[in-house]
């Protein structure tokens, strides 16, 4: 059976859990493979709404084992506390796999990066504020705190100090903040050892296995290709690769093990934080596509900044990613326009791009070049077939299917589960 790379096609929020219910109860492993608590996905069960922060959404699916792989930043507070809400609400959470070898975000983390944006002020990034930048910063710089850690004390205790021998530099003498003791860190971790040792293994070691043994594998990207540390709007980013790529290094599975790789993108754009957006809208069109769309950040709460489709963005992400399929959600959220435009090209200084740009000066400088194409008014949220929809409908997916240089699989046509238009199935298609 297949191991499936699902990774976002924008800038994140474009409804990924909706990729994953269209292959449902084939799915026997859901991988979560970089990231931490600093986006989420929106599940819908019924008449049950679920946010998911931390976890991977196979948590929510009986019989499937969730795995939170060694590229991801684990806060232990916030998996608790996740792992509380879900069990409380009846959801099954004893299967879930953390990989020894994941990362910690500590107190100091989290002091760091919220001290760090009311620094930089205007020049902010637009972060979470759940010290997910400084976990991975001190990753790189080898003086991280893996979840294997928490079970060898004086280890721990060593590998706190050593971080916070810079991290109180720079919160006494640069923010004017007090000092972090190596006792309060290491008290405050060593509370979660115990909670979390029987869900701790050797990740890869357990997927291998489990693709060994014919079962289906779904790694599932946190964010974004355009979030993307290497190939998204640098310095907008976040600090992990949430390409198809980072699905390899984030778990431990070699990219010969992949047998397909699923984007999925909104029939319209969303971005969270600051950054170069060259469809945004900011007026009118722009608030009624949130309010539509219910784009407020499933995390934080922060209104969604909002926009038309932009194909140039599509295609660089199927390049990418190596894309073999799109899964267009959202579609009903473009019902009542009498037109609506698909962005084709840039305008930067005179200039016409068909790509994006090269340099991050030119990307902050693009104006969408749009093609109009005929809107809809019919309800299509009982849509189940591609001849439910439309015609006008119908036309405009095949055209950003056209535009984006790859096929469009499946579609969402509402919030609900069973609120999708497949065209072809993902595992055998």
């Known amino acids: 059976m297949p191991a499936i790379v699902l990774v976002g096609a924008q800038w994140g929020d474009e409804g990924k859990g909706k990729a994953t219910d269209v292959l449902g109860s084939r799915i026997d492993v859901v991988v979560k493979y970089n ?64 990989s020894a070898s994941a990362h910690l975000i500590a107190p100091y983390h989290r002091t760091v990066d919220r001290v760090t944006e009311r620094f930089l002020g205007v020049r902010r990034i637009g972060t979470t504020g759940r010290g997910i930048g400084p976990a991975y910063a001190d990753k790189v710089n080898r003086i991280g705190l893996r979840v294997q850690d928490l079970f060898d004390e004086k280890i721990l205790a060593q590998k706190v100090e050593g971080a916070l021998e810079t991290r109180n530099q720079l919160l006494v003498k640069v923010f004017n903040r007090r000092a972090i003791t190596v006792e309060e860190v290491v008290e405050e971790l060593l509370g979660y050892a115990d909670r979390i040792r029987p869900m701790v293994c050797d990740t890869g070691l357990e997927l291998s296995r489990r693709l060994d043994a014919g079962e289906t594998v779904l790694f599932e990207g946190g964010q974004a290709t355009m979030l993307d540390i290497d190939h998204g709007t640098y310095p907008f980013v976040t600090s992990s690769n ?8 984030g778990s431990g599975v070699p990219p010969n093990r992949v047998d397909r790789i699923v984007g ?21 069109v722009g608030e009624g596509l949130r309010r539509a ?44 326009y009498e037109t609506i435009p698909v962005c084709v090209g840039y305008d930067v200084d005179g200039v016409r791009h068909t790509e994006i740009p090269m340099t991050q000066t030119d990307f902050h400088h693009a104006k969408p070049v749009y093609e109009e194409l005929p809107g809809w008014t019919e309800d299509i949220s009982g849509a189940r077939t591609f001849e439910d929809l439309p015609t006008a409908a119908q036309e405009y997916v095949l055209r950003l299917e056209e535009l984006s240089g790859v096929r469009i699989s499946a579609i969402g046509v509402g919030p609900e589960r069973e609120q999708i238009v497949v065209r072809t199935d993902l595992l055998e298609g």
Do not use: M
């Not at 949430?242 to 290094?249: D, F, H, L, P």
């Not at 990418?320 to 899964?327: A, H, K, P």
């Open 35 to 98: 990231g931490g608590n600093n986006a989420g996905h929106t599940v819908v069960v019924g008449d049950e709404k679920y946010a998911l922060h931390l976890l991977p959404s196979g948590i929510l699916t009986p019989g499937v084992t969730p795995v939170i792989g060694n590229g991801v930043v684990i806060d232990p507070s916030a998996l608790f506390t996740e792992l509380d809400g879900l069990s409380a609400r009846g959801v099954d959470c004893s299967r879930l796999l953390i």
């Open 242 to 249: 949430a390409t198809s790529g980072g699905a390899c290094t």
């Open 264 to 284: 999925v993108a909104k029939a319209y754009v969303t971005r969270v934080g600051e950054g170069p957006f060259p469809t945004e809208l900011l007026d009118d």
């Open 293 to 336: 769309g219910g784009e407020f950040g499933t995390t934080t709460g922060r209104p969604r900044r909002t926009g038309w489709y932009d194909a140039l963005i599509a295609r660089y992400t199927a390049r990418v990613n190596g894309l073999t399929d799109l899964v267009l959600t959202k579609l009903d959220v473009l019902t009542g």
